[in-house]
């Protein structure tokens, strides 16, 4: 079986839950932003959590079914249609050979996860299926998705229609959004009243943010603590010697824009950071729009570590919905 | 040399050997890099190294953050008595510098740049002492360079110049990161050169491009086959100017099929470099052209 591709949506990809194991090499882990949403995707059409689907951001695709399938939409809230006729989201339906699946304008977040019983079955790179596009690696031929692609998919079942994720269970950021932050790395190279103000100040997420990082405006600039820059790290006070990045890092070029990077992150380089978006939150990055209203959290290694375990916690709670 | 640790939220546990950059926090690095990978501690699911740090990823439902800590901090007696050897090989790398597509690039992004009114290469011959950008270029593939740490993007090697420091080329990175690099761009930031792997963003100076593929997810080119990255940490590099023939012709020889850059194994020990930095050169430099 195949889905024909009419139209790509804005910037469609191939995304599973990742390939960890090659950040020593540059290559990112990579997979859906919003891995929850994917994991509940798939256990709604009774796949893997860990198989492929799509991720689409801002703009749906518009794809034709060659066989009966089943598809569940989750993530941000765009209405999907099937041949016209609006389906819920986080709900496992059918879509029969020769129908078509389009969708409606976004109403909240920023992406959607679609999976297919049967899972998009290109073949793994590095062990996975996800596209990492700066490397062409992985995917529907390393890039995004694309007008007559056909993509492949396995094997499914359709046993699962009608099931759905209840309301308490669909993950959404809040209004103003908030990212808890362990301050760490090169924390210190800001100064006290930088630290405050950092995370005192309400920042927008700005145009320039994508899977590789997101971006953030309108905060105060920082101000650095006075020293004699290391040799090797260039002449601006926000440089260092090019170290690792961590996954969800805040680097700061310059004081004056942070940017935390996400799954598609640039393994290091020469940018300080003033430390990292617990594991807990990473998830609600990707599905914040542009000008949306940010603020940072700080919180301490007992509170990620108890939001991690809240967090499992939920996920158990939807898998059981499954079991 | 006293080691920093920090956390990178709660997966991430950062070591900084140095804030400086030398050769000797590269090896210090890479030894307990080494050491962590061998000790096979719990719930570390990836080591990456850098320049003068590394970072561990682990998973905390694994091992409390505070154990990982002491158990990774264990290590530090132990690895700074590793013998400073390594056994690796002298690579040479072809370089068209002052070449159109870099050029083209750099100006694109001019508002980005320190000195928005002349070039990556003048202002980075300027600021260096050097009389000419040819000196520089001279300068630039005069020496070879150590690969201190593959990362950025995929494949893409860090590169420290084996010189005395103060003849070490140090540029400032550009104000704020460009959007654009082309692929297999040689760069400089700091005191690090780079080749750019693929194209993307960047915030190195911009001095040249290679013929030569370094990452291929494809595994076509002929000496990317066995595995799509060609740089590990630890390789040595050595530039060579070339034009624009002999770039085209590179180029060609690359899709061909039958582009292969001469490589030689070696073995180097920081403390001869040391001793004797141009004379570890002209070895090494002996042993790539056999002669």
Known sequence: ?????????????????????????????????????????????????????LEAVFIGPKLEFTEDALVA???????????????????????????????????SGARIC????????????????????????????????????????????????????????????GMPAELRVLPGLYWHRVTEESQENFFA??????????????????????????????????SDPSNIVDSCYPYGSIQVPGGTEPIILHRDAVSGGG????????????????????????????????????????????????????? | MSIRYTFGGDEHLFVECSED???????????????????????????CPANASFQIKFNPDIIHPDDILKEVKSIEGAAAKAEPVLKTRIVEIPVFYNDPWTHETLMRFRERHQDPTGTDLDYAARINDYGSVDDFVGAHSGSPWFVSMVG????????????????QI?????????????????????????????????????????????????????????????FRPGDIVKFKPIDRDAYDQAVEDVDKGRFAPPIREVSFDLREFQKDIDGTNAKLEGMLYGH
């Open chain 2, 21 to 47: 950059m030398s050769l000797e926090a590269f090896f210090k690095s890479l030894s307990m890099a080494k050491g962590v990978r061998e000790s096979g501690i719990k719930g570390v699911t990836e080591i």
């Open chain 1, 73 to 107: 939409i989750t993530g941000a809230d765009m209405p999907a249609k099937v041949d016209g006729v609006a389906q819920p989201g986080w709900t496992a339906f059918k879509v029969k050979a020769g129908q078509t699946l389009t969708f409606d304008f976004l109403k």
């Open chain 2, 152 to 167: 950025f993007v995929a494949g893409l090697p860090f590169m420290y110049q084996m010189v005395e420091r103060q003849r």
């Open chain 2, 170 to 230: 140090q540029v400032p990175k550009y104000l704020r990161p460009r959007t654009d690099t082309p692929r297999l761009t040689v760069g400089h930031g700091g005191c690090f050169g780079c080749i750019y792997s693929v194209r993307g963003a960047g915030g190195y100076q911009m001095f040249g491009i290679t013929p030569m593929p370094i990452f291929d997810p494809t595994q076509t080119t002929s000496y990317l086959c066995d595995f799509m990255v060609f």
């Open chain 1, 114 to 173: 679609i999976a297919v019983s049967g899972g998009i079955d290109v073949p793994e790179a590095l062990g996975s299926r996800s596209t990492y596009p700066i490397g062409a690696l992985g995917g529907f031929k390393g890039r995004p998705i694309a007008a007559s692609d056909e993509l492949p998919v396995g094997k499914g079942s359709l046993a699962n229609e009608g099931k759905t994720v209840v309301e308490e269970l669909r993950r959404k950021p």
């Open chain 1, 1 to 53: 079986m195949a889905i024909k591709v009419l139209h790509h949506g804005l910037s469609t990809t191939v995304q599973d839950l990742g390939r960890p194991g090659y950040f020593h090499l540059g290559i990112p882990v990579g997979g859906a932003m919003d891995r929850y949403a994917m994991r509940a995707a798939n256990l709604l059409v009774g796949n893997d959590e860990g198989a492929a689907g």
């Open chain 1, 201 to 234: 100040d309400e920042w927008k997420v700005a145009n320039e943010a994508d899977r590789m990082g997101y971006r953030f405006k309108g905060g105060r600039k920082l101000d650095f603590v006075e020293r004699d820059q290391p040799f090797g790290a260039g």
């Open chain 1, 271 to 323: 940018y300080f950071m003033v430390g990292t978006v617990i594991s807990a939150d990473m998830d609600l990055i990707g599905q914040l729009q542009p000008h949306t209203p940010t603020r940072f959290v700080k919180v301490t290694m007992e509170e990620a570590l108890a939001a991690r375990k809240d967090r499992a916690a939920l996920l158990g709670r939807l898998r059981a919905t499954f079991a």
